[in-house]
């Protein structure tokens, strides 16, 4: 496939567009304050009554960072102040009994993912104390049936602190990096060595920790090929189960600690798209396989077999290998799903500690699936996990004639067709390895809001 883009860097820069990255469809520019606590209470109730009722996911933000990254988009709480770790802690516990008492108890609990901000801001104490928490209130999958995993910063943890982790029933880990140049660490706020991640990686090996991701960026400010190349160095000496390579999106006029980032120091398109191509080859000719999007595994990795067993899934956060459950979003700003409803909590720490002290689910906005979304959505994670549509499966199971009811949609795949991205059958549609990178450009002709309105500037480059 890297040949392919190594060939065609005008193909590149032609599809290089704004658009969702379809973690959901419809996405969270579709939801509204009309979907609040009564719909999704009702929700959880329907789940409950179904004769299959879903095993359980857990998502929990945790927002408090001790210092800014000044590439991130994410919703955070910069303070040095523990207390407020603490408060927030008491709040996420009275939010997993308002949840633990809608569910039934035949709906275990298979999955579990700390998010944040930085997850490793609590104490191990407090980590504890939350894990314990969720014990209490829901049903846990047995251990061999678990999906525990944690995003930390290496900075925040040593060989102990991983130890402890995995005390606590993680194993997964998901490290920051983003990128070992000084230079480039200096210009995003963020000094990380190499050897203290490298001790981290192992320390987490050693403890039994299922899988071991890295994330980088390309774009970042200061970057260039060499520099990049060098943090693929030791990168690849340190050999994570996955890689997460994700483009750095400069939107200042949207997450407002960007503009701490000067526009002339990021790298020019073109440079930008040498580091990208460079990177995917070296991650190739190491022996990583190419998920999507932004992500590899190695192909022992649970991701990469669910990839070639054709089970992968796409949730918001981002690839995964269990496609049937229920999501349970915990926090400020998390996202859920409840069978075909997608629910958002207040955005704000004390917006959400308000709605929780007075009892209330602090759900903030939300959709509810139409027909026409289920639709959509099928087709569009077909595309996105599985590079494959076919058309009398999903005729099948929602009553359409594919050809008929997509027409304009397949026309505006012409272009794609044309240029090898994509191949399209009289009863299938299959993405071809180069437009493997241009996921996104295929599944929006199947995105029915981007058709019904302008293209919102809240979306970020595909490239």
Not at 15 to 39: C, I, K, L
Not at 226 to 249: F, G, H, K, Q, W
Request: with cysteine; charged share 25%.
């Amino acid at each position: 496939m890297t040949d392919h883009l190594m060939l065609d860097r005008e193909l590149l820069h032609r599809y290089d567009v704004t658009g969702p990255r379809y973690t959901s469809y419809p996405t969270a520019a579709q939801f509204t304050e009309a979907f609040n606590e009564q719909r999704y209470r009702q929700r959880v109730q329907w789940g409950n009554e179904d004769p299959m009722p879903r095993p359980l996911s857990l998502y929990v933000h945790v927002p408090f960072c001790r210092t800014v990254c000044f590439y991130c988009a994410c919703n955070k709480v910069i303070t040095a102040n523990y207390r407020r770790a603490e408060r927030y802690l008491d709040r996420l516990i009275q939010e997993l009994d308002l949840q633990a008492a809608l569910f039934d108890d035949d709906r275990p609990v298979e999955q579990l993912h700390l998010g944040g901000g930085t997850p490793t801001y609590f104490s191990d104490e407090d980590l504890a104390r939350l894990i314990e928490a969720i014990g209490q209130r829901f049903p846990l999958a047995p251990p061999e049936q678990r999906e525990f995993s944690i995003e930390i910063d290496p900075r925040t943890v040593d060989r102990n602190r991983v130890a402890n982790l995995a005390a606590l029933g993680f194993n997964r880990i998901s490290l920051g990096v983003q990128d070992f140049d000084p230079d480039v660490q200096k210009a995003i706020n963020r000094i990380q060595g190499v050897q203290e991640t490298a001790d981290v990686v192992a320390a987490a090996r050693g403890n039994g920790f299922h899988s071991v991701n890295l994330d980088l960026m390309y774009g970042l400010p200061l970057q260039t090929p060499e520099r990049l190349s060098r943090t693929l160095d030791a990168v690849l000496a340190i050999r994570p189960d996955r890689i997460a390579l994700y483009n750095y999106a400069h939107m200042p006029q949207m997450f407002r600690i960007q503009r701490q980032i000067a526009d002339d120091s990021l790298p020019p398109a073109g440079v930008k798209l040498t580091l990208l191509i460079e990177a995917m080859q070296r991650l190739a000719a190491a022996g990583y396989q190419y998920i999507g999007m932004d992500h590899f595994a190695l192909p022992e990795d649970e991701l990469a077999q669910a990839a070639n067993q054709g089970t992968l899934h796409r949730n918001f956060q981002g690839y995964a290998t269990r496609p049937d459950l229920d999501l349970i979003g915990l926090g400020a700003s998390s996202i859920g799903q409840i069978g075909d409803a997608y629910c958002q909590n207040r955005r704000d720490p004390e917006g959400h500690a308000e709605a929780v002290a007075a009892g209330r689910l602090p759900v903030w906005r939300g959709v509810e699936l139409s027909a026409d979304d289920r639709l959509r959505r099928d087709v569009i994670q077909a595309i996105m996990c599985r590079h494959y549509v076919d058309f009398d499966a999903v005729e099948e199971r929602h009553g359409v004639v594919f050809r008929q009811y997509f027409d304009e949609a397949l026309a505006a795949l012409s272009p794609l067709q044309d240029d090898g991205m994509v191949e399209i059958g009289r009863n299938w549609l299959q993405v071809s390895d180069r437009g493997r990178f241009f996921l996104r450009n295929v599944a929006m002709p199947f995105d029915a809001y981007l058709n019904a309105a302008p293209m919102e500037r809240r979306f970020s480059k595909v490239i």
